[in-house]
Structures are given as C-alpha cells and as structure tokens.
C-alpha cells in the first residue's frame, strides 16, 4: 500500500470510527508509549502462561492498564491535541493505577467488605466508574456512557418508576460497590474476557498481519476468483470474509481489503454503491465466520459456559450460508449487467502465491487443531499460535518478520485492545445494574408480553431491540446488552439458549450494515466515492440472507447443529442454501434472463419454504426452484432467438 492510500485509508476510518481517532504521538512520547504498550502485552502473554494473580487484582489491572492507554491515545475533545496529551491526561492515566493499588494492598478487606462499603471503598468505586464513563466517551463515542449512566439512574431512583420497572432502589454506596468489589459489575464476565481471550486473539491477529496474511489472502482470492465473472466483487468477498474473522473490526476491515478491491470492482463495471456494499457486506460477515469471529463469541461461550470450539460449529453453516447469499448476488449482478472478470495474465498464479505464501495457512491449522482435538483451554491456545505464527514465517524469506515487526505486533495488539477492553468494562455497569435490580428479567417479560407470548413476535421484537442498540453501540457492548435482555426471553419461549444468544449476536453485528447508522457502509462509501445512504441499503440487500438466517436457527437449531445428527444438520444445510439461490433471485431479479415481479415474489416464497427445515416444504420450496430455472431458461433463449 502506497503512502497516499495509506493516509487517504487511515482519515476514513477516522472520519467513521470513533475508535480510530488516535493521536499520533512524536518524540519521547512515543517512544514511552511504545514501551508501555509493549509491557502491557508482556503483561497479558506472562499472565495467559503462568496464570494471573488473584481475581479482582487481575481484572482491575487490566482495567487500569486499558484505561490508562485510553487517556493518552484518544484526545478530551475535538480541539485537543492530536500529537501529545494534555496535563490533565497525564493525571487520568497515572489516577487509573491508585484502584489496583488499592485493591492488591487491601484485597481481603475489599471482599470481606462487599455488601457494607467503607467511605474509602465508595470513593475508589466512584473514581472507577468515572474513569470508565470518561475512557469509554472518548474510545466509543456517547452513547454507551448515556446508556450506562441512565441504568445507574434506575437503579438508585427504581422507586420513581411505574408498574412492572419499579424495584426497591439502592443508594450509591451499594450501587459503587456492586461495580468495584464483585465480579458481576464492572470488574465481570466481558472484562474476564477482555483481560484473557480477547487480548490474544487482537495480539494474534497483529502478528498474523505482520506476516503478510492479509496480502496472502487478497493474493490467493485474485488467484482463484479474479479471472471468473464479476471476479473483482467475489475477490473482495473471500478476502474480507477470511480478514475479518482474524481481525473482528468490520470498518477497518473494509478500508484495508476495500482500499484494494473496490477500485478493481469499479474498474470492470460495477457501481461506486454496489462495490462499497460488497465490501461492506462481506467485512461485516467476518465476525460471524469461524474460527475467531472477532471478539463477542468468546464473550458468548463464557455466558453460556461452553467451549469455544462449541460456538465455532454451531457458527459455521449459518455463517457459510451468509457468504453465499453475498457470492451468488455478485454472480447474478456480473451475469445481468455482462460484467467479466480481470485476464488471468495479470493475476498472481495460484501456484505461485502458495508457493510463496502458503505456509501461512498453517497457524490457522494449528489453531483449529488445538481448539478441537488437543484438549487444551483456548488461552494456551492462543498463546501456542502466536508462537507457531513466528515460527512458521520464519520459513520464508518474503513472510520472515524482523524482531522489530514482532515487537511492533505486540505494541499493536495493545493498542488494538483498548477500545475493546473499554467498552467490555463500561458495559460491565448496565450488566451490574440488571443483576442487582431484576431489570434483565423484566424486560424479557415485557417482550414476551409485547410479542403476545408469539415466538415470532418476540423474535421481531428483539431484532429491533438489537438493532436500535447496535445503530449507537460497538458490536460487542451491543451484543451483552441484547444478549443479557432478548435471550432470556426467547430462551423461556422454549428456544435453545445458544440459538437465542446466537440470534442476539447476528442482529448486534448488522447494525453496522443498516440505515440511518451503518459505520461499515459509511466507510466503504468512503473508499468507493458512493453515495453513503445507497451504499448502505444496498448492503442490507446483499446481506439479506443473514436477516432470515437468524430466524431459521431459531426455528430450526438444526442449521447450527444442535440437537440434531451431521447428516440431518449437512441436509437442512443444503436445502437452505437452495433457498439462498432462490433469495439471491428474488433480490436481483435475473437468472438467466431478467425476472419478471411476479416470478421474484414466487422465487421469495420459495425461498423460505426451502429455508425453513420440513419434508413438505421442501418438496414444495424445490418445485418452485425447477419452474423458475426451466421459465427463466425458456425466455432467456426466446430472448437469444429474437
């Protein structure tokens, strides 16, 4: 990448994401902070190998160090510096260390205490809370401190409330507490993961980058896909689905395989919104897509209290079924507008790129390997990987990274963290705030009484609850919220709890894809030159299968494997991507030949009924498929004829 789209790349993803907008330190300065990120990593990866102290310490270190990272990176305000922090930062960072300290020198005191709150206690309690409210407004923007701070309200004012929301209410002292001295507030389960998952699998994800991986993948996808029709659009596809399961940004996903593949769509026809949606599409399907599917799965599997190989297979055919949806609407957009794809003589060979890259593919092996047979935690995993990574570029002079791209890797990986780490911390007081009130519960009865005691209502209803929330909310805050008051009340439904978190999940990350608030579309029309809004609707069409998908896994947990035998689930599989193809139609209007709206309407309707598991509807969904396939062969060749 040029230095001219590197920049033109970065100022995207800081016009869109809020947690891109970092200062770019200069002299001393960064060189302090490059150590301290380093150390920061050290830290994590010494922890991950010879276990980390205590609980409360551990977690409430991590915190600091995250929050301590936030004040220098993210400036106070707009006209803040944007190459060194301020006097005031400076004291932020070094205040954000006084709460470990605290809690490390009275650890046994602070426990013992829990419940009946020393003045002391309060006062480290609030300086938490305010240090977190304050790390997370500049890292994520408003609105998750605005939410936390109106779920503190309801529960030290639950007295004021009507009817069903009303509760006891708790005065501040109780309420710190519940945040500091526990493990169900800030210091909870989306923090655990933070301090422990997360960090290592971002930490990964930068030596993987490091490497070479993202051009090996945008390398071997022109290979296989460049030459075939409307190649470019199914180039950017594979690549930023297989990126953005490493990586789990989908804004940056989408400028780092965008800024190369949205071009070459433009180039051979497509339009500026089509090609942004493509990528936009596709980038977000990244966190959905096994093996590592960003960061909330492993908040996922320690909610349910599964393994996380677990997650990656009731994942996988759902995910698989997305991209399909996305790679058959750019066939069918290729074939109705003639596009074609690049000559093969200025394609990489795929033999070549293998050759000189494909060795790359062995840490993801390994990785699969150690989460599904080995046996060992995905800590150990992680750790072993990152190793294996460095090991395994080392093989080739072209992929070899130098000790100083290995210890910018671990830098980056810390840096990576902060937003992440500081909204798992944030969210931790909306989720301590519904433990301690019954609020979770409550809600999820409301729901079901919204949704008349109809899954299908209540289904709709969470999908709007997630999608209202995820238009303001990072992806993963928005799925612990959502997860923590929708799934409850499908789970009493009667709908699995996986299938019920699951759905949370898909809906959480779609907000990024949809209208008045999609970061993802924004930022791909900001790569493309599109208009942001088409780009957007445009991405919720390519996406399409993905808003039904959910609703078939729940119906139907075969799709994700559960309760069911392979080959039950691998048929349900097939007659669902039937019904993809059908969707693909019924949303492009063509096959081989325009589609008439008569004929999309049937296609849709067959569609679902090949979607939905069930002997009858399939053989009828199946029927449909052969009309429209032999009416559309019949007048596409009336059409060649004439």
Known sequence: MTEEMAAKTNAIIEKVDKESATRKFTGKIKSFFYIFAILVSLYHLYTAIFGPPVTLVHRSLHVAMMCSMCFLMYPMRKKSSRTKPSWFDWFLAAISFVIPFYIWHDYLGVVE??????????????????????????????????????????????????????????????LSNHFFANTEGIYGTSVNVSSSYI?????????????????????????????????????????????????????????????????????????????????????????????????????????????????????????????????????????????????????????????????????????????????STVVYAA???????????????????????IVDALAEGAKQTVSVAIACACVGIVVGVSSKTGFGLTMANTIISLGN???????????????????????????????????????????????????????????????PVALAAFAAAGVSGGDPMKTGWTSVKLAVAGFIIPYIFVLSPQLMLINTTLAEGLFTAATAALGVFLLAVACEGYVYAPVNVVMRLVSLAGALLLMIPGVQTDIVGAVILIGVIFFQKRKAAALQAA
């Open 113 to 174: 205490r829990a419940g009946r709150a020393s003045d002391m206690d309060m006062v480290m309690a609030t300086l938490l809370v305010v240090l977190v409210l304050e790390a997370t407004r500049r890292c994520s923007g408003k609105a998750l401190p605005i939410l936390s701070l109106c779920f503190i309200l309801y529960g030290m004012y639950g007295r004021e409330f009507p009817g069903m929301f009303m509760h006891r209410g708790y005065d501040w002292l109780s």
């Open 199 to 375: 960090f290592l699998f971002i930490l990964f994800g930068c030596v993987m980058t490091k490497s070479g991986m993202g051009k090996f993948f945008n390398d071997i996808s022109l290979s296989l896909a460049g030459h075939t029709k409307g190649g470019p659009a199914k180039v950017s596809v594979v690549a930023a689905g297989l990126l953005g399961s490493i990586n789990g940004s989908a804004v940056a996903n989408v400028v780092t395989t965008g800024s190369f593949t949205i071009p070459l769509m433009k180039k051979t026809g497509y339009s500026a919104e089509f090609a942004g949606a493509v990528s936009a599409a596709a980038s977000v399907g990244g966190q959905l897509l096994p093996p590592i599917m960003g960061a909330a799965a492993f908040i996922m599997a320690e909610i349910l209290g599964v393994k996380y190989s677990e997650i990656i297979v009731w994942a996988a055919i759902p995910a698989l079924l997305y991209y399909m949806g996305i790679m058959i609407q750019v066939q069918l957009r290729a074939s109705k507008d003639g596009l074609v794809g690049v000559p093969r003589e200025q394609l990489p060979r795929t033999r070549d790129v293998l050759k000189a890259q494909g060795h790359l593919i062995i840490p993801i092996v390994f990785l699969l390997y150690m989460l599904f047979m080995s046996g």
């Open 383 to 405: 750790v072993l990987t990152i190793g294996v990574t460095i090991l395994v570029a080392a093989l080739k002079k072209t992929t070899r990274m130098k000790p100083k791209a």
């Open 453 to 515: 005691t109809s899954i299908m209502f209540t289904l709709v209803f969470t999908m709007i609850t997630c999608m209202i929330l995820g238009m303001g909310l990072p992806s993963i805050p928005s799925y612990i919220i959502t997860s923590s008051i929708a799934a409850p009340a499908l789970f009493k439904l009667g709908i699995p709890n996986a299938a019920a978190h699951m759905f949370s999940f898909y809906f959480a990350m779609f907000a990024n894809l949809t209208p």
